[in-house]
Structure formats: C-alpha cells, structure tokens
C-alpha cells in the first residue's frame, strides 16, 4: 500500500503540474490574440482615417505648392 500509494500520488501531482501549465500556456496565447486583434483594429482606424482624409491632404499641399 505504501509504494502503490506514493507512485500514484506522484504521478497525480504531475498530471496537475502539467494541466495548470498547459492552462496557463493557453490563457497566455488567448491576451496575445486579443492584443494582437486589439493592434490591427487600431491601425486599421487610423489607416481608414488617413485615406479618407487623403483629398484635403492633397488639396493643401496643391494650395502650399502653388503659393511658392
């Protein structure tokens, strides 16, 4: 009863061990994809912005230009 006992523990301290390891491996990768989602948003607003904004931009530089 004594070896029998304390192998399984063992082996049930490991098989814990390893679970929160892997949970804590995947929580990790999940933030990473939420940042990484939360990065391209970002940049996909302000890329939207500078395009729509693209005209005016244009039309100053045009104006700037011709007054030199």
Known sequence: ??????????????????????????????????????VMRVFIGCHSRTVSSLPAIVARLTRAGRAR
């Not at 814990?16 to 994809?33: F, H, T, W, Y």
């Open 1 to 38: 009863m004594t070896g029998g006992s304390a192998a399984e523990t063992g082996s049930s301290a490991r098989d814990d061990n390893e679970d929160a390891r892997a949970d804590e491996k995947r929580e990790v990768q999940e933030r990473a994809g939420e940042s990484e989602r939360d």
